[in-house]
């Protein structure tokens, strides 16, 4: 998703200007495009070696804005450059100097100059954050339209507790890919089922399936990255959902029906992509049966099916999507069958191959669509685009 965008990471003089080292590395690995502005606070924490190092650029600092060399005009240059801005840490006098559109510092006129849309991440000494001076200037700032990610709490640095810790890497490299998708689901609540489902035959012992629930987890990212409320109601996961999503855990396809029905009457948008067992023994046995007892049959009934049962109570405004998982030879035909059938309004359908694979080959089929699309690579992008064709045929309904 972050793929060839160009993104400013700014840092400043803070402790975790070493973690601005971890998501310029994170950034890279998504391949965007960055250059890293260090302020002269920031200089006395980090170098410029380590982050051109790390991204493969050049890394500009106040030096480059007194004396700039070549033609190039740091300020307005960099900020005619970039998609997006980034400012992590962002320190409480930087807070203070682009509150009140003091340019003396390059990032700052990098901002100044710059349309892009701006995400400051502050980290600091829990007093000096939850100080009115910083606040008024958050505030301040939050009218400008920057988007103010706020810090985690716990212990800090300098020995206190409370709010002031920059959020983890990852947490923000979430926050940049926001930043950069446009908000088609903003206002919406996603429904999501995840992973496989176990359906126990005694205190230990249960049928499953090997679902490792990375496709459910892919499709929670991208919805959260389109804006919208998500909801994931997941069986046992080898994967964790994003910060930012609502997890339901449940363990059998009768307790997912369950909390997923609670859910889905607020719901505007239903993926079904559980990998929900059909069959459940008969009887639970109480305990651990021992060896020597256990039956030599197990009698299974059928679970309830999720989907079908959701979508009859689907309202005209509401759009589910299901998955399909078949055998190559009868992927199309059995897919087309579960669209009429079941009442999806978009199934995406999968090879049996793309089970516990992190990149996948789908064709998405819809009502409206007069030929399936044809989607590969990453579940992560396949399931974003998935998403948005969903908002597509969400938007159509509205
Ligand atoms: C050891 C040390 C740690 C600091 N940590 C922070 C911090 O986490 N957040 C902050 O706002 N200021 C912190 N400061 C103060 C800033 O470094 C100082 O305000 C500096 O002028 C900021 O420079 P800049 O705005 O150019 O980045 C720290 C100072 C020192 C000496």
Known sequence: MLSGRRIILGVCGGIAAYKAALLARLLRKERAEVKVVLTTGAEAFVTPLLFEALVRDRCFTQRDFLAPQGGFIPHTDLAAWAEAIVVAPATASFL??????????????????????????????????????????????????????????????????????????????????????????AGRRVLITGGPTREPLDAVRFISNPSSGRMAVALSRAALLLGAEVHLVHGPLSVSPPPGVKTHA???????????????????????????????????????????????????????????????????????????LEEPSQLLPRARKKLLDKGFDLVAANPLSAFEARETEIFLLGKHLSEPIRLSGSKEKVAFRILKEGARVLSGKA
């Open 96 to 185: 203070s100097k682009l509150a009140r559109g003091e340019p003396s510092d390059l990032l700052i006129a990098v901002i100044l100059a710059s349309t892009a849309p701006v995400l400051l991440a502050p980290a600091m000494n829990t007093h000096m954050f939850k100080h009115p001076a910083t606040q008024e200037n958050l505030e301040r700032l939050r009218g400008f339209g920057y988007h103010i990610v706020p810090p985690g709490e716990g212990a800090l640095a300098c020995g206190e507790e409370g709010p002031g810790r920059m959020p983890e890497p990852e947490d923000l490299l979430l926050e940049v890919e926001k930043l950069l998708t446009p908000s088609l689901l």
């Open 250 to 324: 449940v363990t059998t396809a009768r307790e997912m029906l369950q909390v997923a029905g609670e859910i889905f009457p607020e719901a505007d948008l239903v993926v079904f992509a559980a990998a929900v067992c059909d069959l459940a023994p008969a009887e639970v046995l109480p305990g651990k049966i021992p060896k020597e007892n256990l039956p030599e049959r197990i009698s299974l009934v059928p679970t309830p099916d999720i989907a079908r049962e959701l979508n009859s109570r689907k309202r005209p405004h509401q759009v589910s999507i299901g998955f399909a």
